[in-house]
């Protein structure tokens, strides 16, 4: 079964530069979560997108944005990189449906992860 | 508000001996709760959720986990464990929109 993607695995940046992260959904999943996980944290929500629409907004520092596309794919862009926002970065997808939006009970199916490296 | 709390950072076990992972959650409505895995460089695969009716929950890989309301416990086990279950456990609920996730269980196997 396909599952999500993610693009790049693996991002060098600098300080002070920008990255962009993609997301691609499980196919017919209509709604997309970000995560970030620190060197051994816990994976803390970022921001999430239903039918394209900003749904949910958690930690996310205001250097970053984030957007679904007509084709559900989702980037999460980051710019000003620092130091600390060197982490495993998750995209997660669900088909939440005519909801309205997700619930509490969604399954969450998450991507293998992009690491990104910030000198 | 909803949070959870994961006993013990690293759980160590046997070849063939019982897997307990100890997750509590805290949660003002019902919860609905997850268990997911982490191996190595890898993304967090799903092993169970519990939302509503059976309480005894199964997942895969052998895994199960109950809900226990009066302990507001949901601990994660496994009869005998494999070498191929050494991974990182995370426990989460869902939150609205979102999952909050518990500080994670590093399970180790010896042979």
């Known amino acids: 079964a396909a599952g999500v993607i993610q693009s790049p695995r693996h991002l060098i940046k600098e300080k002070r530069e920008t990255a962009t992260l993609k997301c691609y959904p499980i196919?017919?999943?209509?709604?997309v979560y970000w995560y970030q996980q620190g060197p051994g944290q816990d994976p803390q929500f970022l921001i999430s997108?239903?039918?394209?629409?900003?749904?949910d907004k958690g930690s996310i520092p205001d250097r970053f944005s984030a957007q679904q596309f007509s084709d559900y794919h989702s980037e999460l862009n980051m710019s000003s990189l620092e130091l600390g926002d060197s982490a495993l970065y998750f995209c997660?997808?669900?088909?939440?449906?005519?909801?309205?939006?997700?619930?509490?009970?969604?399954?969450?199916?998450f991507g293998p992860g992009t690491r990104l490296l910030v000198l | 508000a909803q949070s959870v709390t994961q006993l013990g950072s690293h759980v160590s076990v046997s070849e063939g001996a019982l897997v307990l992972l100890r997750c509590n959650y805290s949660?003002?409505?019902?919860?609905?709760l997850f268990w997911y895995v982490q191996y190595p460089n890898q993304g967090l695969q799903l092993l169970l959720k519990?939302?509503?009716?059976?309480?005894l929950v199964k997942g895969i890989n052998g895994f199960e986990a109950e809900f226990k309301k009066s302990e507001t416990s949901f601990h994660l086990t496994k009869p005998s464990a494999h070498m191929s279950d050494a991974a990182e456990y995370f426990c989460?609920?869902?939150?609205?929109?979102?999952?909050?996730f518990g500080k994670g269980t590093k399970l180790s196997v010896k042979p």
């Open positions: 997660a997808s669900s088909l939440v449906g005519l909801a309205g939006g997700p619930s509490r009970a969604e399954t969450q199916y």
């Open positions: 196919p017919r999943h209509d709604t």
């Open positions: 997108f239903y039918e394209k629409m900003q749904s």
């Open positions: 949660s003002s409505v019902p919860p609905y």
């Open positions: 519990y939302t509503t009716g059976a309480t």
């Open positions: 989460a609920v869902g939150s609205q929109g979102n999952l909050i």
